[in-house]
């Protein structure tokens, strides 16, 4: 058990060392959680945002939701501290100061990713908030998760 212990805080390390920043403009603008940035030696980088996931563009609010995130970000300055891959990057990505993922949550065109926020993040209370006013997403009746939305196409098209 202790040698565990001693290996947790160089896990830590290792991630933290593992992490890059990647700066360019935004060129394109997939879904609402979802970029592509031109670094500076002209490399194109797809990446989602990290903590949040925002509706499918074919689930109701998925357009308004991609609209939202361009507003946000496209043809931007663009800062990305990664924090793993599922293969496109993810990271937490700032668009000329603003922080995307969390003005997604904070507009209601976002959920924060089950599982995935990080301790003591502000967007599980910022989601919230979002939901009370009935901003975005929330404004409709039941709105569904882009994971449940994604398992239920699934399963669909299985049939």
């Not at 939202?68 to 990057?89: Q, W």
């Not at 301790?119 to 009935?134: D, Q, T, V, W």
């Amino acid at each position: 058990m202790r040698q565990l212990l001693l290996l947790f805080p160089l896990s830590v390390i290792v991630q933290a060392a593992s992490a890059e920043t990647i700066s360019g403009k935004v060129v394109a603008i997939t879904d609402g959680d979802t970029l592509t940035i031109v670094d500076n030696d002209r490399k194109r980088h797809r990446i989602r945002l990290a903590e949040v996931d925002a509706p499918e563009r074919k689930q109701p609010f998925g357009t308004e939701s991609r609209k939202s995130l361009a507003e946000i970000c496209a043809k931007k300055s663009a800062v990305v501290e990664t924090v793993g891959k599922d293969p496109r990057v993810i990271g937490k990505v700032t668009c000329a100061g603003v922080d995307a993922g969390a003005e997604q949550v904070r507009r209601g065109m976002a959920w924060v990713f089950a599982g995935a926020s990080l301790p003591n993040s502000p967007l599980p209370e910022m989601e919230a908030h979002a939901r009370l006013r009935g901003l975005g997403l929330w404004a409709g009746d039941k709105p569904e998760p882009p994971w449940e939305w994604r398992k239920r196409q699934d399963a669909a098209a299985k049939k």
